[in-house]
């Protein structure tokens, strides 16, 4: 068995710092402004249109940003700068307050709608510039196949743990009175300054770059390397992984941007309760899957891919059993599925890492984008908007207005799409064992 390779203090910091702050700042714009849109707009149609078009906007970034990366050796900066500016982009949205401001046009939500999607595509840009494309480069860079276990485990808790410092500090800064929604300026003036402070540090932390500029193909071929048959059949195995993640994520997908309105308005589960019921289900999930971690890369992963896929499909399915202000049965499900999806994503992501061309990260990086990012994200939700519409269940909110509101069946579409998942799994496992056989065949 090989020894662990030691990453070393700054590395670990770097990870820590970029991760974290990078994972809240995701959370910002994958959960909080579906929220913010809502509020400035009492619609939840632009929900599936923003979601499709930051995804698509985070994987061109990724095209090309990763390739440029990897042609010109660098990812410090491309880290560092990014956030800086990505956090600054957070801050713009504290000036923008449609349903006040705008009230002289005519369709003020229409307005106000399609400035917050344009405004997330922006900076959707910075982002997936300094963290899909960059970061995750660096990543793949400073680690091997004797730790990225753990340290894909770690990665993988730190969008829950974004999670749960959202949602306790979004009360703080957001509230409710007399039916009117406050404090959103101060909210993206904090998350965006936050963002930007930790570019500036990143600057002094990660360690300098040590990739050779990689020139042996013209920039915009690589733009398109990685989807050209030949490549595809020359890592069968990275494609199989990339396979089996995207349907798991297009799963995650179908419910995971209506759980918040979801958990809120349909269970009723709300203010204290929500804190308790979402920081609890969070921080289990979180150690479970850092005790996985830890031994990841000695029990195998292939041995805990389709008992996490499992396990994510078990709290799918208990989802559509939880009733109103149910907050124990809640929790119980809500800490299966969250527990099965990041060990799953963990597993997922440290496999990805292991078959890219190790001289290739950065280009790769874009190909990892359109089947875990942008393909998901254009279909699950709307599967889970169409699921929400059967039997649909209307409610007037604080504008008046008549919504159709999210329902059970998006966890019922989760749990399908998972056992779909399962399916390209089985063929990953199958051929990984098939070239280990013609290797020991070969070297005998």
């Known amino acids: 068995m090989k020894s662990t390779t030691k990453l070393g203090a700054r590395k670990w910091l770097s990870f820590i710092i970029a991760g974290l702050i990078g994972q809240i700042s995701w959370a910002i714009e994958n959960m909080y402004l579906n929220v913010y849109a809502f509020h400035c707009t009492s619609d939840y149609i632009f929900i599936p249109i923003m979601t499709a078009a930051s995804a698509a906007a985070a994987t061109l970034t990724t095209l090309f940003i990763g390739a440029l990366s990897d042609r010109i ?51 959707t840009f910075f982002g997936s510039t300094a963290n899909d494309a960059a970061f995750n480069a660096f990543v793949t860079d400073s680690t091997d196949t004797t730790n990225r276990g753990k340290v894909e485990s770690f990665l993988s808790i730190l969008p ?21 929604t406050k404090g959103w300026d101060i909210f993206f003036y904090v998350f965006g300054g ?38 595809i059949k020359k890592n069968q195995i990275l494609y199989l992984v990339l396979l089996g993640f995207l349907c798991f994520n297009m799963a995650f997908q179908v419910f995971f941007p209506y759980f918040l309105v979801y958990i809120q308005n349909v269970l009723l589960i709300q203010e204290t309760n929500f804190m308790i019921t979402m920081g609890v289900v969070l921080v289990i999930a979180c150690i479970f899957t850092i005790a996985i971690g830890l031994f990841m890369d000695k029990i195998g992963k292939n041995k805990l891919l389709i008992p996490a896929i499992g396990l994510t ?82 409610y007037i909110n604080e504008y008046g207005n008549s919504v159709v509101e999210p329902n059970n069946f998006i966890f019922l579409g989760t749990f399908i799409v998972l056992l779909i998942a399962i399916i390209p799994v089985i063929f990953l496992i199958k051929k990984e064992r098939q070239v280990y056989n013609e290797r020991q065949i070969t070297s005998e």
């Open 73 to 123: 050796g660098k990812r410090k900066s491309f880290i560092s700068f990014g956030y800086i500016i990505w956090g600054i982009s957070i801050i713009a949205f504290a000036f923008l307050d449609p349903t006040s401001s705008y009230s002289f046009v005519g369709n003020s939500a229409l307005l106000a709608g399609t400035l917050i999607v344009i405004m997330d595509c922006v900076m």
């Open 194 to 231: 936050v963002t930007s402070l930790a570019g500036l540090a990143l600057l002094f932390i990660i360690p300098k770059d040590t990739i050779q500029p990689n020139k042996t193909e013209p920039y915009m071929r690589n733009i398109v390397y990685g989807f050209r048959p030949s490549v």
């Open 313 to 394: 499909a078990i709290g799918a399915f208990l989802f559509i059993f939880v009733g109103k202000e149910n907050v124990i049965f809640a929790i119980i499900a809500g800490v299966i599925l969250m527990s099965g999806y990041m060990v799953s994503t963990a597993v997922f992501g440290a496999k990805v890492r292991d078959y890219t061309p190790p001289t290739q990260a950065g280009l790769f990086q874009g190909v990892r984008m359109v089947f875990v990012v942008l393909i998901p994200m254009v279909t699950g939700p709307y599967i889970g908007q169409g699921l929400s519409n059967i039997n649909a269940t209307t």
């Open 160 to 180: 829950m743990v974004a999670m749960i410092a959202i949602v306790v500090l979004q009360g703080l800064f957001v509230t409710t009175t007399e039916g009117m």
